[in-house]
């Protein structure tokens, strides 16, 4: 089955670092890109950024560029989004998202997504 | 970076009838790179439509999208008790990909 799997709800304090996953399975994870969507409670999606496995290539948008981390790990089939320093804002519901093959970025696949609360 | 408004905010409609939601964007875009999405309460996003109107997979044949430019709209022709959600529209043609804020279809 074609899936992606994220890990599991977290609750931080602000200033903690924080590293949340996506696993990919039953495709050829490193030929698709896999994109990080954000929720915040009760509001709408945001589009963070997005990654090509295969050689790594990374784009954000402007909105989380320098606040989040995203990257891949090949040889296990995973995403991930992290943060070094969280701040209460952080809390949200996070997606990984995956476009079909090629360049047209449109999600077809999700993750459940992975609840992060960040609170003192 | 292309700003999608989406109208109504809200719709507030019974079952059976005709669902019209609006997704205009802030400058002309590529019919190819729009996409409408569903997300019911507590459920990730799932994608209804891309290219402006082509159906995805498994998607019923009440559910078409349509529109060019900055103009676009996502029709349910008869809406089914599953269908009372929040929709969104999703610019995808380049980096960052963009949403609209969401158009949530209420159970009048």
């Known amino acids: 089955e074609v899936q992606l799997v994220q890990s599991g709800a977290e609750v931080k304090k602000p200033g903690e670092s924080l590293k949340i996953s996506c696993k990919g399975s039953?495709?050829?994870?490193?030929?698709?890109?896999i994109g990080w969507v954000r929720q915040m409670p009760g509001k709408g999606l945001e589009w963070m950024g997005i990654i090509y496995p295969g050689d790594s290539d990374t784009k954000y948008s402007p909105s989380f560029q320098g606040q989040v981390t995203i990257s891949a790990d090949r040889s296990i089939s995973t995403a991930y989004l992290q943060w070094s320093t969280l701040k209460a804002s952080d809390t949200a519901m996070y997606y990984c998202?995956?476009?079909?093959?090629?360049?047209?970025?449109?999600?077809?696949?999700w993750g459940r997504g992975t609840l992060v609360t960040v609170s003192s | 970076e292309i700003v999608l408004t989406q109208s109504p905010g809200t719709l507030s409609l019974s079952p059976g009838e005709r669902a019209t939601l609006s997704c205009r964007a802030s400058?002309?875009?590529?019919?190819?790179?729009l996409a409408w999405y569903q997300q019911e309460p507590g459920q990730a996003p799932r994608l209804l439509i891309y290219?402006?109107?082509s159906r995805a997979t498994g998607i019923p044949d009440r559910f078409s999208g349509s529109g060019s430019g900055t103009d676009f709209s996502l029709t349910i022709s008869r809406l089914e008790p599953e269908d009372f959600a929040v929709y969104y529209c999703?610019?995808?043609?380049?980096?960052?990909?963009?949403f609209g804020q969401g158009t949530k279809v209420e159970i009048k």
């Open positions: 400058q002309s875009v590529s019919s190819t790179y």
């Open positions: 998202a995956r476009p079909p093959r090629g360049n047209y970025w449109y999600f077809d696949l």
């Open positions: 999703h610019h995808y043609g380049s980096s960052p990909g963009t």
């Open positions: 290219g402006a109107s």
């Open positions: 039953g495709y050829s994870f490193t030929n698709y890109w």
